[in-house]
């Protein structure tokens, strides 16, 4: 006796509406007969707008997806593009997708249409690029370390040099100034090989129980005096059903200040700066061994000048910085920290402007102990 129950169509209605890809059914004259919830978002238009026009009409500035689509109808055959296709909604927000257009057969061999299906790729190659953005930075780390400390060496001894000879000037106030600048400019490179040591070598975590609501309303709270001069305010959606992390609440606390730091000094001034936390529902890390574990995604947000790809692109670069007087350390630093937590960092162009930055940290359960 067969048991399998055969699904209604209110069944595989359901099914589709929701699916996060894009589905778009079209009959044989390229009439849309079906638009997913999906698709709706993606393209921006509503089933209403959609069912009942043709594909092409629709879609005329999108040559690819209207060429894969046409080739099924006309050749009944499946055809995929997963890199190439730049989807542009009403609202001017470019997405890439990856699709693919497959032939509708009826039970009778004959083809009635075809099948459009569309996945965004946005988010994966934001994480794909975060993740060369890491590795690059293991790399840089690691040469920077033995510069660090090749330099760190002879530095002490000028600095000693310059100490002693400024004890021997003490009669000489114009000789002391230059030897004082000496002392000044050898404490200033010091500082700097102490970041580069902390990028390439930083302390073992101390791992214990980070609530990272409390976190940011902690810095938030500690800081929100020193943007009130120039009336920035801070705007926390911070969702109270996240439990713990398994974290370094030290560096943990250095790595937002950080982020806030810089949202706060590119922010113009009465505006303000949004700080959310949420679960990501889209994605899951995989660790070998162990079951996929859930993301927790902080983002800020700010209204300053934003950033270009091609900056985007250099912003974890050692001593690379849009800001005058900055080291360019700072982020390849939270870049390592959010790496050594198993985590991802990235920065998003806004199409309001701005910058938006995004920390994706593991959502590891936090255990009884605690590694020193």
Partial sequence: ???????????????????????????????????????????????KQAL???FFNCFRNQD???????????????????????LESSGHRKRQVGVSASPIFSSSASQQGAIVIMHDLTQVRSLEEAVRHADRLTMVGTMAAGLAHEIKNPLGGIKGSAQLLQMELDENPELQEYTGLIIRETERINRIIEELLDLSAPRRNRLESVNVNRLIDEIVTLHRQHVAARAIQFKLLLDPSIPPLRGDSDLLNRLFLNLLKNAWEA?????????ETKIDAEYYLSVEGSRPTQLVQIRISDHGPGLSRAEIEQVFTPFYTTKDGGSGLGLP???????????????NERSGGGTMVTVSLPLMRPDCTTEE
């Fill in 1 to 47: 006796m067969n048991t399998r129950r055969r699904l209604a169509l209110d069944d595989y209605v359901a099914i589709i509406d929701n699916i996060d890809d894009a589905v778009i059914a079209v009959n044989q004259s390229g009439t849309i007969i079906l638009f997913n919830p999906a698709a709706q978002n993606f393209t921006g238009m509503s089933e």
């Fill in 52 to 54: 009942g026009k043709s």
């Fill in 64 to 86: 690819s997806l209207c060429d894969l689509t046409r080739t099924a109808l006309d050749q009944g055959r499946s055809l995929s593009d997963h890199e190439a296709v730049i």
């Fill in 267 to 275: 922010s113009p001034n009465n505006t303000e700066i949004t700080i």
């Fill in 333 to 347: 630093i939270c870049q390592k920290i959010v790496t050594d937590h198993g985590g991802l960092l990235r920065f």
